[in-house]
């Protein structure tokens, strides 16, 4: 199915739960962002492609596979805007509508060594694949 | 014989307000245009507290589909207590009404500061919507609920 | 028990203490005596107290008050929460009230004799667990327990709440074993929203506004009734009766809430036996559950539950939230 | 007391101190862990998309079986925890979450978030209380010098999780203090060491644990404790930096209690039972998949990767 | 029977597009008891008053209904119409038409309609409607003043001066407020005491002001014109008629560990103290928490240096009862606690400070002498980050939704001050916006950066670490979209300012109302600025809302002559709208007495006579003064006979009737 990026915008909204029109654009989720630097499109940015419907830039970002999904943007954002949402909203996007799954079991065994835990591989297949 | 109604049902919904929270709230909902539904009718009264529940039992005796009252927020009464005297007796009223197996939706307490046009506004769309989902006042308006 | 009271009477109208006793006097039958003043040692013959003596003389106070000189009355257990009712309301005088405190094994209720096919009674006494029944058809018997009224089975407790002596119990007396007084209004509230107002419906169809209710409760003691003044009016005359007609009893359920000792007067006095205490309880049971446990007529300085507020208090909404039965 | 307890799948073989020392502490402190039965794994992840149900039955399934049996649910991994505690917060108050879910599940009540989710240290903390641990204490640790790593999990969001101070959390302090060590409080202590993206992101998450080793021991540190073995691994395998000792709290709190003589090397720690990493035929993504917990043949986690690679 | 009149009102369009003003005035005359009825463009305008004039006079009319705006706007205006015709003020009902009716309905047919049903009702309601006499109460010429910061010394000069009588409230030892705390101010950067100060010996030396420090509000009771205060003053220890203000008693006390308020704890003070060394008055107070005489009972060195013999242990806290015309709250504010906001490490770092802080370490009377330096190792900063909105502008629990206003203006300030005093600290401001509205403000901010190097960048900090002995600040830069990872060696926090925790306390004791935010509500937004809702209380400076020095002055004169407006008068006239209790129908039973907000009620025993039986009985009695017309106690009355003026049942129940008809 195709959709106008309107509609991609509006589904992100959707399925994040996020309101993008509470930011206030003070960027302390990027400030507090540990994968900041990694990201091509900034937490913060986020929130503004989103209100705008620039998704398409957005599916294509590396930072979907950066985010750490560790909530500090969520935790000190003044607003309650929750970008972490947001981005797992867009990885999602992506691993459902395109296939594109970003780990592949193929991968896995030369990446694994004697004391990787369990959940990483979890963890990873839950982000990363659907 | 009942005469079939082809009318669409137009409720009558008494709304008292507050003088100095709820109906400045209201001023401010018809200030900033911010549209009800025309079967709203407000009572002016000096706080919620001097709504005595037989106004209440009166409106519906008298036809009333529903009635809903408007007070300042727990804490800005202008008569600093007024609506806490006024939630205990509507809890007490309300609850009354269900266990007379008459629909406790045609009765409703909203706390709206001068200050929330907006919310009167929604508050009374909502009011209005449950109204019409229950139709017509028919219980409500003898509560000796004499049979016929 | 009656002759220990009427000695009790006489020494105290004798010895000046009071110049009048408020008890209960023989009625035309066995089973009716009826709230009577005696103004002399010799009027006394006529005084009773048995299980028919189901009326509270606490309202009564409320005129004897104004009247010269002392009074004796004799008040039951719970007849003394509406004493107390009464004098957290002003209503009556402590000062001019001597209170014997009588003990109750609990008050009996005629129509659940004549209910069980005994008809013709002329007289009934008490012998042990069993009530003794003449009746022009010979001797009956009928178990005491079963023709309480529904007040006592579910009785507050024997333990009078204010008195200058108690003749026939004691202080702290604990009641047998009780009932959940709110059994019924829980079952109500059980009901759906149709077989509620059915059930009101059936109920209060039967009321003729013959203001037996009204007059028989201690809480109901205006000067003059809202129903009876023109407070309420509005221009026609004609449209103001059967607003009254109509909410009648949810209003004097309202205007009695958190005043209520629940005495059951209403009911036991209701020529066509409507259950007007479920109303009353129904306010209890909210007090209770809402602002906390509240007995009315247990002390004479707190704050009656609607002239009183927290800050927390629940909103008018739980009424929907909780209900859930639509 | 009881607690119904979820070990979660990295605590039954790579992280099987972690589960041990936390049930031998239990005891000796006067609290039992019962496993609950037939549990699935949690996922790791958090599902925070909306539309997302049935990867979090599994956690419904387990705050389900605690509530049956009238229990309140203990876990000890951050990830389980973070989980388990999110998922019973949106069936609690998320009327559409708590619909469908239940319209899954088809229990016989309908579960709608009654279960109270404890991690240990809170069971420690606000049931225990650190100072009845204090006095159980044979051993203490006294003289180390001991950084609490939190991480993000346990912390964040804290409305949900009401864990502690998410900026400035207490309780891993508390908890050092009451084993008999001295806790050195550090900036870096609840920022995320990359754990979740350690097996893709090598890089990031190595810059990631040098910040948090840096810090710690930039404020004197000799040592970390943390309570999530992904953590663990992470700080232990990723950077470059200098690396401080990195232990399980309850390894500590055993070695306190005296029921163990005294914590390892980090080597010890996990490494004398890699051999366990065979449970990954157990391993499941979706997380809505039975686990069969006891015995897993050694040696078939690629194996059983593809085999959920196909299905998938 | 009443003659009633009926004039309904186009309000230009705003009525009269989508009510069918014709239709109304034609539906209303056919109402009982109504002998005219007319329309006009604007019935507030003096044209339309005149009708209604001549009108009452023509028709003989008893009572009028306005169909207009709301009676919140012109109420008054017809009230005062019908006044001037002859007939009682309180003859006049207004029927909403305009917010409540013509605009939020679009259908002409339906608005209609409504109107019409609304003017019914206001008919009914006037038919039922008595003339009300409104009764007079004294003026007392005396104010009242809490708070004794600048709004408080403004507002107590700009009503002693106009030469009535003021008291000061002040809860700490001394009057000056945060203002004296202050090193500099914007935009101009006097030195806050320079200012200050003069105005503080004003007050003090006025004849028409008594200022009562280290002393709070306990009770209040009465009304506007009238009101009754109890004042505590608190037991300072110190005799005040003797103290020389020599000082020797803080020197010499052995108990110098307390927290410093003054300083906002940067430093200690002893138990023995006065905050600061202008203090007025300059007489000292123990805090008897942390004296060791008062703990102990061993110690008393003041009491033995004191030449003056002025040290008082035995001193009781005093109530001093005193009654006000009008009562002005001045309370101020205070800086959010940052316990919420660890992730800038303040609760962990020294120098991670509030401005407020930095404010006293740049006073010269501060604990640093006016050094700028870190508290950890009193070392001078190289460098120094400011982090604006700390807990301002937050839609989330932890701090408060509203601009505090002032941060911005002070930031530069202080960015400024220290560019210039220590050209070499590298000075870095994170901001979201920079808000400068007010006269010579945004100059004032572009010269800090044009002109003093500040370094301005927009993007809120994430994270305050400590590192070593620096600072490591992360952020970043919105404009650049890069990260910022800087080291410092001093961070400053503009902490939002939010109203004085008491307030609520107060707000309560007068009857005012305060916002979610505690900050006292005014009268109207716009214009009644400077008046709470309750009558005869006034608002000065910050408890009202977020405002700097020169607004909070502007406020405290504007609150002084309301305040005068007031005390001129010799009598005001009450609000007739009061409740009655009907003593043939009272039963005395107190219920009404227990719900009345104002102990208006009182119950006496009064001879009536009921229908020819006289006796005394017990009946309440409402004192009109005192009662504010709520109505709570009509409803606990059960029998009915406490009633309303001008909203009695009657009257509600006939607009309920003609509603519901």
């Known amino acids: 199915m195709h959709r106008t990026e309107q509609e991609q915008a509006e589904l992100i909204k959707e399925i994040s739960g996020v309101n993008t029109k509470k930011c206030m654009k003070c960027g302390k989720c990027s400030a507090s962002c540990p994968a900041y630097e990694e990201m091509d499109i900034r937490p913060h940015q986020f929130v503004s492609y989103v209100q705008n419907a620039d998704v398409k830039a957005l599916l294509e970002s590396k930072s979907i596979w950066k985010c750490l999904s560790c909530f500090a943007c969520v935790e000190r954002c003044p607003r309650d805007v929750k970008p972490a949402k947001l981005i797992e909203a867009v990885r999602l996007m992506v691993i459902r509508e395109r296939g594109g799954n970003y780990l592949t079991p193929g991968e896995v065994p030369e990446l694994l060594d004697e004391e990787l835990p369990q959940q990483l591989l979890a963890s990873a297949f839950r982000k990363y694949s659907k | ?148 | 028990m009656q002759e220990r009271l009427v000695e009790r009477a006489k020494e105290l109208l004798t010895d000046g203490t009071v110049v009048r006793v408020l008890g209960w006097k023989q009625g035309d039958l066995g089973y009716n005596p009826e709230p009577a003043y005696f103004n002399s040692p010799e009027e006394l013959a006529d005084f009773v107290y048995d299980g028919f003596c189901g009326a509270n003389l606490s309202k009564y106070m409320i005129q004897a008050g104004k009247m010269e000189g002392n009074t004796l009355v004799f008040l039951k257990p719970c007849d003394t929460y509406s004493f107390n009712q009464l004098i957290k309301e002003h209503r009556v005088n402590r000062e001019k009230t001597y209170i014997i405190g009588v003990g109750c094994k609990g008050t009996l209720d005629i129509d659940k004799i004549k209910n069980a096919g005994i008809k013709g009674i002329e007289s009934i006494s008490q012998d042990g667990d069993m009530l003794k029944i003449q009746t022009i058809y010979g001797e009956k018997e009928f178990p005491f327990d079963d023709a309480l009224l529904e007040r006592c089975t579910v009785c507050k407790g024997k333990t009078h709440q204010v008195y200058d002596e108690l003749i026939g119990a004691q202080e702290g007396e604990e009641a047998g074993p009780k009932g959940n007084r709110f059994e019924m209004v829980e079952k109500l509230e059980a009901m759906t929203p149709k077989e509620r107002f059915a059930f009101w419906q059936n109920e209060l169809s039967k009321c003729i506004r013959c203001n037996a209710c009204r007059n028989a409760c201690p809480a109901c003691s205006c000067l003059k009734c809202v129903f009876d003044s023109n407070k309420f009016d509005s221009a026609q005359k004609a449209n103001v009766d059967t607003f009254e007609e109509q909410m009648f009893h949810v209003i004097r359920a309202f205007h009695v809430a958190g005043r209520c000792t629940d005495c059951g007067e209403c009911s036991r006095v209701c020529p066509q036996g409507i259950p007007l205490h479920l109303l009353n309880r129904k306010f209890i049971k909210d007090i209770n559950e809402f602002y906390g446990p509240y007995q009315a007529g247990e002390d004479t300085d707190s704050r009656a539950p609607l002239t009183d507020y927290t800050f927390e208090d629940v909103e008018p909404s739980v009424v929907t939230e909780r209900g859930g039965k639509h | 007391m009881v607690y119904s307890y979820y070990p979660g799948c990295t605590l039954k073989n790579k992280a099987q101190d972690l589960d041990r020392y936390a049930r031998m502490s239990a005891e000796a402190l006067g609290f039992t862990l019962e496993e609950i039965e037939e549990w699935q794994c949690c996922g790791a992840v958090y599902p925070q998309a909306s539309d997302e149900i049935a990867t979090k039955l599994s956690a419904v399934r387990a705050l389900n079986d605690a509530k049956e049996k009238d229990r309140d649910l203990v876990t000890l991994c951050s990830a389980c925890h973070h989980v388990i505690k999110r998922v019973n917060d949106d069936m609690k108050n998320v009327e559409d979450i708590r619909t469908r879910a239940n319209n899954y599940l088809k229990l016989n009540t309908p579960y709608e978030g009654e279960t109270k989710v404890l991690h240990f240290l809170e069971v420690l903390r606000d049931r225990i209380g650190f100072d009845a641990v204090k006095e159980k204490v044979v051993n203490p640790l006294t003289g180390r010098k001991i950084g609490a790593y939190y991480g993000c999990l346990l912390l964040r969001p804290s409305g949900v999780m009401a864990f502690d101070d998410p900026e400035n959390p207490t309780i891993i302090e508390d908890f050092i203090r009451a084993i008999g060590a001295e806790p050195v409080v550090y900036p870096y202590r609840n920022e995320c060491c990359g754990g979740y993206i350690s097996l893709k992101e090598k890089a990031l998450a190595g810059n990631l644990v040098d910040q948090v080793m840096d810090s710690a021991a930039d404020k004197g540190a000799g040592e970390l404790i943390t309570a999530c073995p992904l953590c663990l691994y992470n700080l232990k395998n990723s950077g470059t930096s200098k690396k401080l000792p990195v232990h399980y709290i309850t390894e500590l709190l055993a070695e306190a209690l005296g029921l163990i003589m005294e914590s390892k090397t980090p080597q010890q720690a996990t490494g004398h039972q890699a051999c366990s990493s065979a449970s990954c035929g157990g391993f499941d993504p979706c997380g809505s998949r039975q686990m069969d917990m006891p015995a897993c043949p050694l040696g078939s986690l690629p194996a059983g990767i593809k085999e959920v690679g196909k299905g998938a | 029977m009443q003659r009633i009149g009926v004039f309904v009102c186009h309000c230009g369009t705003n009525i009269a597009a989508t009510v069918d003003v014709a239709r109304v005035v034609e539906a209303a005359a056919k109402e009982p008891g109504v002998v005219h009825a007319e329309d006009y463009q604007y019935m507030c305008s003096e044209a339309g008053q005149l009708k209604i004039r001549e009108a009452i006079k023509e028709k003989n009319l008893t009572g009028i209904v306005v169909c207009s705006c709301s009676p919140r706007m012109h109420e008054n205006t017809f009230r005062q119409a019908a006044e001037r015709a002859g007939i009682n003020p309180y003859m006049v009902e207004i029927a909403n038409i305009r917010e409540h009716c013509s605009w939020i309905h679009k259908d002409i047919e339906e608005a209609t309609e409504k109107a019409v049903i609304l003017a019914r009702a206001a008919i009914a309601k006037v038919t039922l409607n008595a003339p009300l006499q409104s009764g007079t109460s004294r003026v007392v010429k005396r104010a009242l003043v809490i708070g004794g910061g600048i709004a408080g010394i403004q507002t107590a000069l700009d009503i002693a001066d106009a030469g009535y009588e003021v008291d000061i409230v002040e809860k700490t030892p001394s009057i000056g407020g945060r203002m004296s705390q202050l090193d500099k101010t914007f935009p101009t950067l006097d030195c806050s005491a320079c200012i200050l100060t003069p105005k503080m010996v004003e007050a003090a030396a006025h004849e028409k002001i008594t200022i009562y420090t280290y002393s709070e509000v306990e009770k209040v009771s009465g009304f506007v014109g009238d009101f009754q205060v109890d004042i505590r003053k608190k037991a300072r220890s110190v005799d005040m008629s003797k103290c020389t203000g020599c000082g020797v008693c803080q020197e010499k006390c052995p108990s110098k560990k307390t927290p410093n308020e003054f300083n906002r704890g940067l430093n200690t003070r002893s138990a023995i103290y006065t905050p600061f060394a202008q203090a007025i008055p300059n007489v000292p107070v123990i805090d008897r928490e942390n004296c060791i005489k008062f703990k102990t009972g061993k110690c008393g060195v003041c009491s033995k240096v004191c030449q003056a013999g002025a040290i008082d242990y035995e001193q009781k806290d005093e109530i001093v009862t005193q009654n006000y015309g009008a009562i002005v709250v001045a309370t101020g504010f205070d800086t959010i606690k940052l316990d919420k906001f660890d992730e800038y490490s303040y609760s962990t770092s020294p120098d991670v400070i509030t401005s407020l802080e930095l404010e006293r370490i740049m006073n010269a009377a501060g604990p640093t002498k006016g050094h700028l330096e870190r508290m950890s190792d009193h070392k001078p900063p190289k460098s120094m980050v400011f982090i604006q909105c700390v807990g301002s502008r937050c839609a989330d629990k932890r701090g408060k939704s509203y601009c505090s206003k002032i941060c911005c203006m002070y930031t530069a300030k202080h960015a400024m001050l220290i560019r210039d005093k220590y050209p070499g600290v590298e000075v870095t401001v994170f901001y979201i916006d920079v808000r400068t509205p007010g006269k010579n403000f945004d100059e004032f901010y572009r010269r800090a950066v044009e002109e003093y190097g500040v370094n301005y960048i927009k993007g809120q900090v994430g994270k305050v670490a400590e590192k070593g002995d620096k600072l490591l600040v992360q952020g970043v830069d919105l404009i650049d979209n890069k990260r910022i990872l800087m080291e410092t060696d001093m961070v400053v926090l503009a902490t939002a300012i939010e109203p004085n925790p008491d307030v609520r306390k107060i707000a309560t004791m007068l009857t005012a109302s305060i916002d979610t935010n505690n900050f006292l509500t005014e009268s109207h937004a716009k214009l009644r600025p400077v008046e709470s809702p309750t009558a005869g209380i006034f608002l000065s400076g910050v408890c009202q809302g977020p405002k700097d020095i020169p607004e909070t002055v502007a406020q405290a004169g504007a609150a002084a002559v309301k305040v005068v407006g007031l005390l001129a008068k010799d009598h005001l006239v009450t609000n007739p709208c009061v409740a009655k209790s009907d003593e043939l129908l009272c039963n005395g039973c107190s219920s009404c007495e227990k719900v009345c907000p104002y102990g208006a009620i009182s119950y006496e025993e009064r001879e009536v006579n009921d229908h020819g039986i006289r006796e005394t009985r017990r009946v309440a009695n409402v004192n009109s003064a005192l009662c504010q017309g709520c109505g709570a106690c009509t409803v606990a009355c059960p029998s009915g006979a406490m009633d309303l003026q001008g909203f009695s049942n009657r009257q509600i129940l006939a607009e309920v009737d003609a509603i519901c008809k």
């Not at chain 2, 629909?103 to 929604?122: D, L, M, P, Y």
């Open chain 2, 1 to 148: 014989m009942q005469v079939e109604k082809t009318q669409e049902f137009r409720p009558k919904i008494v709304a008292f307000c507050c003088n100095w929270c709820s109906y400045a709230g209201a001023d401010l909902a018809g200030s900033s245009r911010l549209a009800y539904p025309a079967d709203v009718k407000i009572i002016r009264v000096p706080c919620s507290c001097r709504v005595n529940p037989m106004f209440i039992l009166r409106a519906f005796q008298r036809g009333a589909d529903g009635v809903i009252l408007c007070g300042c927020h727990p804490g800005d009464c202008h008569y600093t207590t007024g609506n806490y005297y006024a939630r205990r007796r509507m809890t007490l009223l309300f609850s009354m009404l269900d266990y007379l197996g008459v629909e406790n939706g045609r009765t409703r307490v909203e706390w709206v500061s001068a200050a929330e046009g907006v919310k009167f506004s929604t508050t009374m769309n909502e009011f209005v919507a449950k109204i019409h989902s229950l139709g017509e006042n028919v219980r409500l308006g003898d509560l000796r609920c004499k049979k016929d």
